[in-house]
């Protein structure tokens, strides 16, 4: 519909589809119309003010209406257009009957690499890889979505300077019994109690204890047999937990890589580097100097050889585009990390490699807990993800089993989907940049906007649908407001995926979930649907706000439930 109002304004006003596009609004209120085409921004170009504009593009669009359209009107600088509501029906019925509704070719032909979660081994998975793993995954749906390739990279943080702290730590204090029971636990304890050994000021026993932990790190880089023995199992034993996350999650990866795979590629970055004149010595050290650009220095190289987090990226960008000849390069990692990726970007830049426009830092904010701090601790211990998500599974059964009374493994598949619901909607609601409370109540709350209201609204849409096989006829007459409005919201859907790609924010798709559901509630509300005349309508109508739904959230990473 919104196709037909674009090509009349196009071949009007001298603008592009985009840009018609970019203008065109959704009416707030039914007697304003069903879009909207504002002609402010079309004063200077025709020297006219934007109210005549208005007059005139109505009444010229009024003398060659499309059958699509029932009038157009005028008010103020606005072209108003009301739309024939039965081919609108027809055609949105149509469209979600035909498949792939919701589907563009935009980036046919192309690939986007996602570098996504990242969490560290030997360290807990933190609530920031969570949110990364989340949006990440989202967001590698809607670029499918929009006909992108997709590769999603999971970059293990299991190489740098902190593995010799946490070999030197498990040489002296640990225990393989230990590790074997909770590795993430025994080596995040290791490493802690190596970190508090670190010099305050001169404590010369501090001073010993990093000299060793960084010899240890360079043993380690240098390929020593123990080293590499231990480091290879701390990173088999921290895989396999984050596997546990990843399963309960329900998301995978297309390419488990890591810091590590790097190591030996930074000769290489460090050559091209010097070719094109970017590093300096510095007190031994290896840098470059991106002060003129406001970025302050990049460590490229320690003074003892070791190598840096820089500069392991360096060398992945470039391996990246090698393997994969990406059209664009998704870092979803938090806020806090902006420095860093601008460094990243800037050198490749300044190496001469033209795809380094192309790569991007979608940044998230922090979980806050309740009270507004970080979430990172409770009551000063360390909060393990496995443990968190456990909880808002268990809260989700208690929930359920106040409901009804279901089997065991019916019990536990549909509360790990609400759980998931709730945590994944609760996250993807906000506009991934700004900070967010992590409230498991309020996201697993069935009323309001949440997760499981969500599920609960496709829940109920399925069962309406299961009940009956209408054999009444679809008959479009006499639609009432509330069916108009599910209707468009329904119609709204292509535009909505787009978008979402367009500013790499799954908050759109899931603001739209979330008032499609509403849509779907009014109508519901104010239509009886079984027995009514308009039995065969209506349930195609319901079937079809299921169907989409189902996709949105789909693009969330959510999985719905066919009986709540
Ligand atoms: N492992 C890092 C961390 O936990 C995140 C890595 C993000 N990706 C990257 N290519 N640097 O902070």
Redesign the pocket.
């Known amino acids: 519909m919104k196709n037909v109002i674009i090509k009349l304004i196009m071949k009007e006003v001298g603008l592009d589809a985009v840009e018609v596009a970019d203008l065109i609004e959704v009416s707030p209120r039914m007697e304003m119309g069903d879009f909207a085409f504002p002609c402010f921004s079309l004063a200077k170009k025709l020297k006219k003010n934007p109210m005549a504009i208005a007059k005139d593009l109505a009444e010229k669009f009024r003398k060659e209406l499309p059958g699509e359209i029932s009038s157009v009107d005028f008010k103020g600088a606005y072209v108003n257009f009301f739309i024939d509501k039965k081919i609108l029906a027809e055609d949105v019925l149509a469209k979600v009957k035909r498949g792939g509704f919701g589907r563009s070719d935009l980036g046919e032909g192309e690939r986007v690499v996602i ?1 996504m979660s ?3 081994i030997a360290k807990p998975f ?1 609530i ?2 969570l949110r990364s793993t989340i949006i990440g995954n989202s967001i590698g749906k809607i670029c499918e979505a929009n006909g992108f390739g997709v590769t999603k990279i999971n ?3 299991d190489w740098g300077t902190q593995f010799g702290k946490i070999i030197f730590g498990f040489k002296k204090w640990g225990s393989e019994m230990e590790l074997k029971k909770n590795p993430i636990k025994h080596l995040y304890e290791l490493y802690v109690k190596a970190n508090a050994k670190v010099p305050n000021g001169h404590d010369p026993a501090g001073l010993e204890f990093e000299k060793e932990a960084r010899k240890e790190f360079k043993k380690l880089e240098e390929g020593d047999k123990e080293n590499i023995g231990l480091w290879e199992k701390f990173r088999k034993l921290s895989l396999k937990e984050f596997d546990k996350i990843y399963d309960l999650l329900g998301i995978e990866f297309d390419v488990i890589s890591g810091e590590s795979f790097y190591n030996d590629k930074m000769g290489e970055v460090i050559d091209k580097l010097e070719g094109k004149n970017l590093v300096k010595k510095d007190d031994g050290a290896m840098i470059v100097d991106l002060k003129e650009e406001g970025l302050g220095v990049a460590l490229i190289q320690k003074s003892d050889g070791t190598s840096l ?1 820089v500069t392991r ?1 360096l060398a ?1 960008a470039l391996d990246r585009y090698k393997e994969y000849k990406f059209d664009k390069m998704i ?1 979803e ?2 806020q806090e ?1 902006r420095l ?1 990726f601008k460094q990243v970007f800037k050198i490749l830049e300044k190496m001469g490699y033209d795809w380094a426009g192309d790569c991007i830092h979608a940044t998230h904010g922090l979980y806050l807990d309740n009270d507004g701090k970080k979430f990172a601790t409770r009551k000063g211990k360390t909060v393990f993800m496995k443990d968190i998500l456990g909880e808002v599974v268990e809260r989700a059964k208690v929930n359920l089993t106040e409901r009804e009374k279901l089997p065991v493994k019916v019990l536990d598949e549909r509360a790990r989907k609400i759980a998931l619901a709730a945590i994944f909607y609760g996250d993807l609601k906000n506009f991934r940049e700004n900070n967010m409370i992590f409230d498991i109540d309020k996201f697993l709350a069935f009323e309001g906007d949440t997760g499981p209201y969500l599920l609960y609204s496709y829940a109920r849409a399925s069962s309406i649908v299961r009940k009956v096989r209408s054999k009444k006829v679809v008959k479009i007459v006499d639609l009432k407001n509330s069916e108009i409005k599910l209707l468009k919201k329904i119609d709204g859907f292509e535009d909505v995926v787009q978008k979402a790609y367009e500013n790499l924010a799954p908050n759109l798709i899931a603001n739209y979930c979330f008032e499609l559901a509403q849509s779907f509630n009014e109508f519901y509300h104010a239509c009886p649907v079984l027995g009514s005349e308009k039995e065969g309508f209506r349930l195609k109508l319901v079937d079809a706000f299921r169907i989409i739904l189902g996709k949105g959230l789909g693009l969330l990473g959510i999985e719905t439930i066919e009986e709540m």
Do not use: R, T
């Open positions: 570098d990242s969490p560290n933190g920031g890889h970059y293990l943080g987090y990226d992945a870092y990692v938090g990390q860093h």
